[in-house]
């Protein structure tokens, strides 16, 4: 499957939660953007489809509540004279201890998803 594919899928998939009968919680920016690392890889423009404006901070502070998130740099295109701008693109480490601390903060079972 495609980045664009792969992509287009997570955002079309609901992440709100019920909380009770009558009530439903909306995930949180941060919850949005550590599901989508979790999933699969976000660079910044991909964030912004999600509804993060500045995916580096949000890095930072899911890196501070103990999830190890990778990162490397990459090309995209752009319309600029280079026809190209470096981002990062991040994912969640693929180790035991840092895919269970991103589980609990999402509330998914260890079996889940």
Same mark, same amino acid.
């Given at each position: ?9 997570? %955002? ?7 909380? &009770?009968? @009558? $009530? ?9 953007? %550590?599901?989508?690392?979790?999933? +699969? &890889?976000? +660079?910044?423009?991909?964030?912004? =489809?999600?509804?993060? $404006?500045?995916? +580096?901070?949000? !890095? &930072?502070?899911? =890196? ?21 701008? @470096?981002?990062?693109?991040?994912? !969640?480490?693929?180790?035991?201890? &840092? %895919? ?10 260890? $079996?889940?998803?």
């Amino acid at each position: 499957m495609t980045e664009a594919k792969k992509m287009a899928a997570l %955002l079309q998939t609901d992440t709100t939660t019920e909380a &009770s009968p @009558n $009530h439903t919680v909306t995930p949180t920016k941060e919850a949005d953007v %550590l599901r989508a690392l979790y999933l +699969n &890889s976000l +660079n910044r423009f991909e964030a912004e =489809r999600i509804g993060d $404006h500045c995916l +580096n901070t949000t !890095v &930072s502070i899911l =890196r501070k509540k103990g999830i190890v998130i990778l990162d490397e740099w990459e090309k995209v295109p752009s319309r600029g004279v280079r026809g190209q701008t @470096n981002v990062k693109r991040y994912w !969640v480490a693929p180790e035991p201890k &840092s %895919l269970d601390r991103a589980r609990y903060l999402l509330g998914m079972a260890r $079996h889940g998803e």
